[in-house]
T-cell receptor, first 115, second 117 residues
Framework: DQQVKQNSPSLSVQEGRISILNCDYT??????FLWYKKYPAEGPTFLIS?????DKNEDGRFTVFLNKSAKHLSLHIVPSQPGDSAVYFC??????????????FGKGTHLIIQP | SAVISQKPSRDICQRGTSLTIQCQVD?????MFWYRQQPGQSLTLIAT?????????ESGFVIDKFPISRPNLTFSTLTVSNMSPEDSSIYLC??????????????FGAGTRLSVL
């Protein structure tokens, strides 16, 4: 059973607009969440993360929002740029593992930025 | 973040054969992770490899099928044994970020794209 779900396989956004990628999780033990970006033929690249003690984390054009009660997080990219076109993976883990736990990933959302 | 090199980057193999994938890191790391991404699926953790101890496998993965070596703090191998077409996947290794603030962040190699005929 998928513990991390990304229900939109793809998303098309116009350049300069906001891209919003969504992720839901079912395991209440997850308390640390990450977003990765993946280009074809490359490994996933870490983008931004958030701990469950926060509800928002911002880094430049990227902001992650966490709604613990809804078990939902989202990644906002503003403004969207052509280089943002990639597959975005949501991942989760348990902070209490001290980094020894692996990451549980969603299936990814293919973001396409249109000129 | 660490620089992670994987070899080979891709391979096409015959069923019944085995392939060993290498992962080299440019710094010493205690823990290395191996993942698999089957076509259209998410990345799934195969095992965690600590230097000096046996790898810890996730449910659904066994040592006979995916033996792992971890001879030192910068290197690990994953072998995909007795391959079948269902093993066609991208195999990725990863390491944790340095320091306590990055302990939950993992950094990935480029992956090995395996096709089994």
């Amino acid at each position: 059973d998928q513990q991390v779900k990304q229900n939109s396989p793809s998303l098309s956004v116009q350049e300069g607009r906001i891209s919003i990628l969504n992720c839901d999780y079912t395991n209440s033990m997850f308390d640390y969440f990450l977003w990765y970006k993946k280009y074809p033929a490359e490994g996933p690249t870490f983008l931004i993360s958030i701990s469950s003690i926060k509800d928002k984390n911002e880094d430049g054009r990227f902001t992650v929002f966490l709604n613990k009660s809804a078990k939902h997080l989202s990644l906002h990219i503003v403004p969207s740029q052509p280089g943002d076109s990639a597959v975005y993976f949501c991942a989760a883990t348990t902070n209490s593992g001290g980094g020894a736990d692996g990451l549980t990933f969603g299936k990814g959302t293919h973001l396409i930025i249109q000129p | 973040s660490a620089v992670i090199s994987q070899k080979p980057s891709r391979d096409i193999c015959q069923r019944g054969t085995s392939l060993t994938i290498q992962c080299q890191v440019d710094s010493q790391v205690t823990m290395m992770f191996w993942y698999r991404q089957q076509p259209g699926q998410s990345l799934t953790l195969i095992a965690t490899a600590n230097q000096g101890s046996e790898a810890t496998y996730e449910s659904g993965f066994v040592i006979d099928k995916f033996p792992i070596s971890r001879p030192n703090l910068t290197f690990s191998t994953l072998t995909v044994s007795n391959m079948s077409p269902e093993d066609s996947s991208i195999y990725l290794c990863s390491v944790r970020g340095p320091g306590p603030l990055a302990k939950n962040i993992q950094y990935f190699g480029a992956g090995t794209r395996l096709s089994v005929l």
